[in-house]
């Protein structure tokens, strides 16, 4: 069955999470993507571990599967002509070196698109192309300077418990890349896409980013409060703590007829939403107070079906188990002796994601591409 992106080849120069996962995307979707990787030691990933696989680690195999891989060194001459010839050749090339790097080898954009002018060329930084070209971008890094640290955790900054700008990036990256092989069909050329972390994380930090642009006042650590909406945390029961999400007044006063303290609706201090957020800790007390009576599980069966969201707080392993339960399907095989991988979150009706390969073993695919890109094509 055809795959929405068949047909197209993906050049991956980038390294670590960002820009490999930008590129497994388009794998999933059925580009044939090409990952060239350091001669011997390949992608630094392959190396961050534990935990570790048969064949490397768990961290890398999260990013490259479906993928070919070919060991270039780029300061080789003759590996270099090889990697000009991928370039020359590929419909996307997705890189994340600095600013610079690749131009020096003859393959940055201006160079690649002169020989191949319909090459969609993304490039992934961490602090953009200009004034910030210099600088290293890491996930936890832009975490810190980007403000997300300064909105997550309680008393002490915290990081996200995943390298979640990296993650958020490459899906940036990916609605670029396809946006621009959109326009490629009606100008008749590729272009050069550029994204960077911290422009991605400060895209997403959404009703924060709006509300300091809106009043000038910064966003502060609330722990798992919502900054515009209460009741929108966890709160304790019996044996652990309950998420619940009130996100207008009628969901509101379904929690209290559950809870049965129904005359909390009627309070002026909690009548609307902006009311409970101004008295917000004196709604916890009493919304607490009632929900020692139970159980974590008792309240979210309750209050579930009483059409108020709410759940308990999970670990990893619970949340697959929930979306096997709900009929998700959230984990794929990609081999009898290699570990299940998450299922990419995309469906379609039309062109299913299938045949999941494998994450490549470093140079797995060297004799195959080489040749491949030794011969001489008309």
């Not at 339960?325 to 990419?344: C, E, F, M, N």
């Amino acid at each position: 069955m055809t795959l929405p992106l068949d047909g197209l080849l993906v050049a991956d120069f980038s390294r670590v999470l960002a820009g490999p996962l930008a590129a497994a995307t388009l794998a999933d979707l059925g580009a044939v993507v090409v990952k060239v990787e350091r001669p011997g030691s390949g992608d630094d990933t392959r190396h961050w571990g534990p935990p570790w696989t048969e064949s490397s680690s768990s961290y890398f195999e999260c990013a490259n599967r479906s993928k070919r891989s070919v060991e270039l060194d780029l300061a080789d001459p003759a590996d270099l002509v090889l990697a000009r010839r991928l370039a020359a050749r590929c419909d996307v090339l997705v890189e994340n070196f600095r600013t610079g790097t690749l131009e020096r080898r003859g393959l940055g954009y201006t160079d690649v698109a002169a020989v191949n002018p319909a090459v969609v060329y993304a490039s992934i930084t961490g602090f953009g192309s200009r004034g910030g070209a210099d600088l290293a971008g890491y996930d936890f890094l832009v975490q810190a300077v980007g403000g997300l640290m300064s909105i997550t955790g309680d008393e002490e900054p915290t990081k996200a418990g995943v390298a979640l700008v990296d993650v958020l990036t490459s899906k940036d990256a990916v609605v670029a890349i396809l946006a621009a092989l959109r326009a490629r069909e009606a100008l008749g050329c590729g272009q050069h896409v550029e994204v960077n972390l911290l422009s991605s994380l400060l895209g997403s930090l959404a009703n924060q980013a709006s509300a300091y642009l809106t009043t000038g006042e910064l966003p502060r650590r609330m722990g798992n409060r919502h900054p515009s909406i209460a009741p929108y945390e966890t709160l304790a029961a019996r044996d652990g703590h309950v998420a619940v999400c009130c996100g207008n007044d009628q969901q509101f006063g379904r929690l209290v007829e559950v809870l049965g303290v129904p005359g909390l609706s009627r309070d002026p201090r909690f009548a609307t939403n902006a009311d409970r957020v101004a008295h917000r800790d004196d709604l916890v007390r009493v919304l607490e107070a009632a929900l020692a009576a139970d159980t974590v599980d008792g309240w979210t069966q309750r209050l579930g079906a009483a059409g108020v969201p709410a759940g308990g707080v999970g670990s990893v392993g619970d949340a697959f188990d929930l979306a096997e339960r709900l009929g998700l399907r959230p984990t794929v095989a990609v081999g009898d002796d290699r570990p299940r991988q998450v299922r990419s979150p995309l469906t379609f009706s039309a062109t299913p994601i299938t045949g999941y390969a494998a994450p490549p073993l470093l140079g797995e695919h060297n004799d195959d591409v080489r040749r491949w890109l030794t011969k001489e094509i008309d």
